[in-house]
């Protein structure tokens, strides 16, 4: 594909009910991460994969948040019992190498998630 | 810990005049920073690295370890530099984005 693509664009939810966020990365990039964008705040790192390497999950900000990647391809990002405050715009990125950012990470569109 | 600091949520200058947003930074090792902008409606993007010491779109960005500083310079704003930009610090293993600064240029 042409770039990062996440789906879906945008999920309104009803407090307590879990949600499953999407991201397609670039084909070939080894590393992908999750962030979180509040509003009117900057970006907020959640989890970081790297190929087959244990995954570093040293943002996420409580257990009901947890990611999944299958090999180099497609990730999920759960949220289970969403809360009010876990609305906001979740970006996923990838790069070729986690250490090599020369070439910088790769943004997809984001999803915007919305907890009545 | 890391951490980059953008002091400025809003500027706003005209037209062909000179601007600046500022980025700061902590971090006990050796940095290598990022800048992104991000223009409506459009993904997060690169716009440059400190480590290519490049100029993108006429905007350059030195380093200054002594200030701990990367601020982004542009010597004739355009228009269509309106945009929301972040500063971000690579670390082992992730980038630490500041808060952004958004900037209007006015016509």
């Known amino acids: 594909g042409a770039g990062v693509s996440q789906s879906p664009s945008n999920k309104v939810t009803e407090k307590g009910k879990d949600v499953e966020l999407r991201c397609d990365p670039i084909s070939g990039h080894t590393a992908l991460y999750w962030y979180r964008q509040r509003l009117g705040q900057g970006l907020e790192f959640l989890i970081y994969?790297?190929?087959?390497?244990?995954?570093?999950k040293s943002g996420l900000p409580s257990d009901r948040f947890s990611a999944e990647r299958t090999g180099e391809s497609v990730s999920t990002l759960t949220i289970q019992r969403t809360q009010q405050e876990d609305s906001a715009v979740y970006l996923c990125?990838?790069?070729?190498?986690?250490?090599?950012?020369?070439?910088?990470?790769?943004f997809g569109p984001g999803t915007r998630l919305t907890v009545l | 810990a890391q951490r980059v600091t953008q002091p400025e949520k809003l500027l706003s200058v005209f037209k062909g005049a000179p601007v600046e947003l500022k980025c700061n930074y902590s971090y006990s090792g050796s940095p290598e920073l990022f800048w992104y902008v991000q223009y409506s409606r459009q993904r997060l993007q690169l716009l440059l690295r400190h480590i290519s010491r490049e100029s993108i779109k006429g905007f350059t960005a030195d380093l200054n370890k002594g200030e701990t500083s990367f601020h982004l310079k542009k010597p004739f704003a355009q228009e269509e530099d309106s945009a929301m930009y972040y500063c971000a610090l690579k670390t082992l293993r992730q980038l630490t984005f500041g808060s952004g600064t958004q900037l209007t240029v006015l016509p």
């Open positions: 994969f790297q190929g087959n390497s244990a995954p570093d």
């Open positions: 990125a990838s790069s070729l190498q986690g250490r090599g950012y020369n070439e910088g990470q790769f």
